[in-house]
């Protein structure tokens, strides 16, 4: 829920936004004047941004998502004053703290210590500020030893630990995040989960650009979903991670089954190997979107050896969540699913499974000796959709009632 007034903090109106990419360099003059005769352009046109319009309210934890390429980094050196927009209206009311860019306004070839006062001085913190905080900021980055190195001999991960906690430390009224989480270690990224739900908490108002849609259905508000540079939508933070989904999937697209080798994503000795898989709906469509309560069937297509063409063997999947928690994993032993059969379904009635992306693990094995047929790590992703906020990895149905 929003904790703000209603007022808008940030108003964008049709705004535009181009780069001239040149096609050669024609530094000299005879080649500026052959492309002169020639009426010939040095340049196209790159249009980033068609005709965006939104509103951040005050208080809100707004979310913009897209895919690689969509025009969300433009946009957001937009809303910091980097860029200027061709044409349309940005209007920030209040102060704004960017960070976009890992390294932006730090120097390399000072020491994580000096970067940590040059960036306070640029976030408008006075050196008794900085002085203060500054135990902080080192003890959130984990850098105590490290601090007195010079920057450029730090990790990404130490970058963007150091920057990071400097920046959530700013006063600003509005605070822009742009995947922060991307390159922190494990522990690092719950201690950026918790800042955001105190950040939450304090109803201070937060732009978040990230491709995790767990994380905008957690914190945010609403959410902008930006696509080829136009705005697709400005919706509820389920309702875009179901626009996301579907903008990353082509499904069309074949699964593609490569040949078996000994590797870490598939193994075994080929007998019988695992032709195609795919996921198959309760309208039986064959796609990688299934909507959440919706029939999952899982189909897989095997091919075997003559040698093996009476073979008995058990089937074994493995689906695994965007957290890599294997959620379930049913298998076929105890049961005889015939050896002449080249297809095999596994049906899910009214799935469980929340929405979010998941991957799925499928193996053959030798019913006699256990041994893998063909174990492929993997195999391939889907992804469950739906319209309304979703908390934990199943719905396990169950009954509310008072006494």
Request: charged share 25%; proline share 3%.
């Amino acid at each position: 829920m929003v904790k703000g007034d209603n007022q808008s903090v940030i108003i964008v109106k049709n705004l535009y936004k181009s780069f001239k990419l040149p096609h050669e360099q024609h530094n000299g003059f005879k080649q500026f004047i052959i492309n002169f005769a020639k009426r010939k352009k040095g340049y196209e046109v790159q249009r980033v941004l068609n005709d965006i319009n939104f509103d951040v309210k005050k208080g809100e934890f707004f979310g913009i998502v897209g895919r690689n390429g969509s025009g969300k980094s433009t946009l957001l050196k937009l809303l910091a004053g980097i860029y200027t927009p061709d044409k349309g209206l940005i209007q920030v009311n209040g102060s704004l703290t960017p960070f976009i860019e890992l390294g932006v306004g730090f120097n390399p070839e000072l020491t994580g210590r000096e970067n940590i006062y040059l960036n306070g001085a640029l976030l408008g913190f006075s050196r008794v500020d900085m002085l203060d905080m500054y135990d902080e900021i080192v003890d959130f980055a984990e850098l105590g030893k490290f601090i007195d190195q010079k920057l450029k001999n730090y990790s990404s991960g130490m970058q963007v630990r150091l920057a990071f906690s400097i920046a959530i430390r700013a006063k600003s009224d509005i605070l822009i995040l742009d995947e922060v989480l991307a390159v922190g270690d494990a522990d690092f990224q719950k201690k950026c989960l918790n800042v955001f739900r105190s950040l939450k908490k304090e109803g201070r108002t937060i732009i978040l650009v990230t491709h995790d849609m767990a994380n905008v259905e957690k914190f945010c508000d609403r959410a902008l979903v930006i696509n080829e540079g136009k705005a697709i939508a400005v919706t509820t933070p389920s309702e875009a991670s179901k626009i996301y989904s579907k903008l990353n999937i082509d499904e069309s697209k074949p699964v593609d089954i490569p040949e078996l080798k000994k590797d870490i994503n598939r193994w075994g000795s080929g007998d019988i190997k695992i032709k195609n898989v795919s996921i198959n709906n309760s309208r039986n469509v064959v796609s990688p979107i299934i909507n959440f309560g919706d029939d999952l069937n899982i189909i897989v297509e095997i091919e075997k050896n003559d040698k093996y063409k009476n073979e008995a063997y058990d089937i074994g999947l493995a689906i695994i969540n965007q957290d890599n928690i294997t959620v379930a994993g049913p298998n076929s032993l105890g049961l005889d699913l015939g050896t002449e059969d080249d297809i095999i379904m596994y049906s899910l009635k009214k799935s469980p499974l929340q929405p979010g992306d998941y991957n799925l693990t499928v193996a053959i094995f030798d019913k006699e000796s256990g041994e893998p047929f063909d174990f492929y790590n993997n195999a391939m992703s889907f992804h469950v959709v739906s319209d309304k906020p979703a908390q934990g990895v199943v719905e396990i149905g169950g009954v509310w009632s008072t006494k």
